[in-house]
């Protein structure tokens, strides 16, 4: 596309980074396809369904490989579409459509922010492209834009308006509330959204821009807080939720939050790492869940469940061997990323550092709790289901456990095979992203004490302990267990736990409901149908009609109302021809003298006609 001052290439880009992309992506989407032909197969609209896959999986594709902001921006998009296509695949359920259109109208505020982004990196470097711009970054660096009448650096502005764009499809606190919701969808949706595509091209874009946003420290400040608020709240949110798929999609979350702190703490290749190692046991999960989900007549609740292990042991190993990756279980494919990201944080020594390290161990606590809480729920406990739905459970058929032996065996070595190549001291492989020397702390955390780097591990035991003792399994003395959860402060705990912190409730009452009825009533009633119908087109109309109606009332077919009008149009007909040779005065003259005449004459006529 050429406009002169704006030349987009439909040109691709392959480096370190969008190769580590694309297998995560063509792998992960692999699997998932295969495990839909099984899964889908009693669906009459498989077909439709498999073609939304594909289209997911190719923008994500253009996305992670253009070689410009615009190409990228398009894929951003069309990952967008595809998504509300495939959690509104069953849109005959009114919930799915909702969960699809608050999936959309969320990402759609978070793009406005990519949008203007894009339009302020064109402002100062005249250019899209990323090695154009990348290159060009030094020259910009006291560069400054005025806003709402504030001067900022140019690159700060940039790097939060990306940043922006980040929040709603990375699912990061205060755009994070459609992420649950997309759960609406059949199951290898869930598993190719919140494990390889949608959820974390947001890290793929900071990963892809760590030039622009390693110049704008306050906006690294903020990248660091919000994630690290996100992977707490994400996961204590998570501790109580009642929905197989739900709880997991509130660990995707959790998780991003982790890909996202370390990036504002500028150690991109890390983030990248976990961003590949969680894909691949976020991966394994969901497509166990819905092995479960698929053999249980679509039962997706976990107090309906228990009981399960002897039904599927493929699936319940599946699922521990995905919850203890999840977890960082040490030599796991998940502990190689998560504890690194973790000692960084601290290995910081400053304020950020600390929060995002207390925060971070926090969450890990969590995550523990409510993976093995799944884990009892589901097959350990006492069973609490229907008799039909145990006597037809049946254990996935061979199609949907081959994708399922692969990423199990992802699960466990994946993070030690890659480990050297992508965060080892000394990998040249991340050439291309860059970090300044003085937020590189790499070597500083592998010399901390070793306590120190225990302290993680220790959380992550704490919470399956109090995850086992809480959830009436084995032989725990329930009566005491169960009055416990019962009394005042703990019930408390629960239900603003399960309500989400009732950040859906705040949301909808502080903002939804006011933005519809000022759309409602002020901008459909008051401008639409009030101002702009009254002056526009519908307003015109109606005022030609009353015109009209009126002349036609009053001119009943005598012959004095008739001869009025003649005289008064034609009079003033005339007297527009004289204005080429009078000047303006002579001619309104003119005009008020017919006017005048007509009226004599109206009324003489009227005076003859009440005298005859």
Request: aromatic share 14%; proline share 2%.
């Amino acid at each position: 596309m050429n406009t002169e001052l704006l030349i987009v290439n439909w040109g691709f880009y392959f480096d370190p980074l969008s190769t580590v992309m694309l297998i995560v992506v063509t792998g992960v989407s692999s699997l998932v396809h295969l495990y839909s032909t099984e899964y889908m197969n009693g669906d009459p609209h498989q077909g439709r369904f498999m073609s939304y896959l594909s289209l997911f999986t190719g923008f994500m594709l253009l996305l992670v490989t253009a070689d410009n902001f615009v190409v990228m921006f398009f894929g951003w998009e069309g990952i967008g579409l595809a998504s509300f296509l495939l959690i509104s695949f069953w849109h005959t359920r009114i919930q799915a459509s909702k969960s699809a259109l608050k999936a959309m109208l969320v990402n759609r505020v978070g793009d406005v922010g990519l949008a203007l982004g894009i339009c302020v990196i064109f402002l100062c470097f005249k250019s899209v492209d990323y090695s154009t711009v990348f290159a060009l970054v030094p020259c910009v660096i006291d560069t400054s834009l005025t806003f709402f009448g504030i001067e900022f650096q140019a690159l700060t502005i940039i790097s939060f308006l990306l940043f922006w764009g980040v929040l709603g499809k990375s699912a990061q606190l205060s755009l994070h509330i459609w992420l649950p919701d997309a759960m609406e969808g059949p199951t290898p949706v869930s598993a190719l959204i919140h494990a390889a595509t949608l959820v974390v091209s947001g890290v793929f874009l900071i990963i892809r821009c760590s030039i622009l946003f390693e110049n704008s420290n306050s906006v690294l400040i903020v990248v660091s807080v919000v994630g690290a608020l996100t992977s707490f709240f994400a996961a204590s949110v998570g501790l109580f939720q009642n929905d197989l798929k739900r709880v997991i999609a509130y660990s995707t979350c959790s998780q991003l939050g982790y890909m996202v702190f370390i990036t504002g703490l500028s150690h991109y290749s890390i983030s990248l790492f976990h961003l590949a190692n969680h894909a691949v046991f976020k991966a394994l999960l969901f497509l166990s869940a819905g092995c479960i989900i698929h053999g249980l007549s679509d039962e997706q609740d976990l107090r309906k469940m228990g009981g399960l292990l002897n039904i599927f042991p493929v699936s319940y190993t599946m699922i521990l061997i995905g919850s203890l990756a999840l977890i960082g279980t040490p030599f796991l494919t998940g502990f190689y990323s998560k504890d690194c990201i973790l000692e960084l944080a601290v290995a910081k020594h400053n304020t950020v550092g600390n929060f995002c390290y207390f925060l971070g161990c926090s969450a890990a606590f969590c995550t523990s709790f409510y993976s093995f809480r799944l884990v009892f729920l589901t097959f350990v406990n006492p069973t609490n289901t229907f008799k039909k739905y145990i006597e037809g459970a049946h254990e996935a058929p061979i199609t949907m456990v081959f994708p399922l032996l692969i990423l199990s065996l992802g699960a466990i070595f994946y993070g030690f095979l890659t480990r050297d190549l992508m965060i080892g001291l000394g990998s040249l492989f991340f050439n291309n992203i860059h970090t300044n020397y003085y937020n590189f702390n790499l070597i500083d955390s592998e010399f901390l004490a070793a306590w120190i780097k225990n302290i993680p591990f220790v959380f992550t035991c704490l919470g399956a302990l109090f995850s086992l003792l809480l959830t009436n399994c084995f032989n725990v003395d329930k009566e005491y267990v169960m009055n416990l959860k019962l009394t005042k402060v703990p019930k408390a705990f629960y239900i603003f736990l399960n309500k989400k912190w009732h950040f859906d409730q705040i949301v909808n009452e502080l903002i939804v409901v006011k933005i519809m009825n000022f759309g409602y009533l002020t901008t459909f009633q008051s401008l639409d149908k009030g101002l702009i119908e009254r002056l526009g087109p519908t307003g015109f109309t109606v005022s030609i009609y009353n015109t009209s109606s009126a002349y036609t009332r009053n001119l009943a077919g005598l012959i004095h109302n008739t001869s009025f009008v003649f005289i008064t149009f034609a009079l003033v007909f005339l007297s527009f021809f004289t204005l080429g040779s009078l000047d303006l005065l002579n001619a309104t003259n003119i005009s008020f003298g017919c006017v005048l005449l007509g009226y004599l004459i109206l009324n003489v006529t009227k005076n003859s006609t009440k005298e005859n």
